[in-house]
């Protein structure tokens, strides 16, 4: 990676602009990222993506068995 990750985020600037685009474009309402967030990266994330956040941890505890 050219860049360090931030820890609010676990991504660079540059690549959460870039999902927060596609977000937009595609009218998402919720976006879900396989790595544990802690709580307040879930708010900033969900503040830059203007959608709810999850993580994989999440479908786990709310997804029930599969």
Same mark, same amino acid.
């Not at 870039?18 to 790595?35: L, P, Q, T």
């Given at each position: ?27 998402? =309402?919720?976006? $879900? #990222? ?5 709580? &307040? ?8 993506? =203007?959608?709810? $956040? #999850? ?5 786990? &505890? ?5």
């Amino acid at each position: 990676m050219s860049r360090p990750f931030s820890r609010r985020t676990l991504l660079t600037h540059g690549k959460v602009r870039e999902i927060a685009e596609v977000c937009r474009k595609a009218d998402v =309402g919720a976006a $879900v #990222f396989v790595n544990t967030l802690t709580p &307040v990266q879930r708010a900033v994330l969900a503040s830059m993506l =203007g959608c709810l $956040v #999850f993580s994989g941890e999440d479908l786990a &505890v709310y997804g029930g068995t599969a």
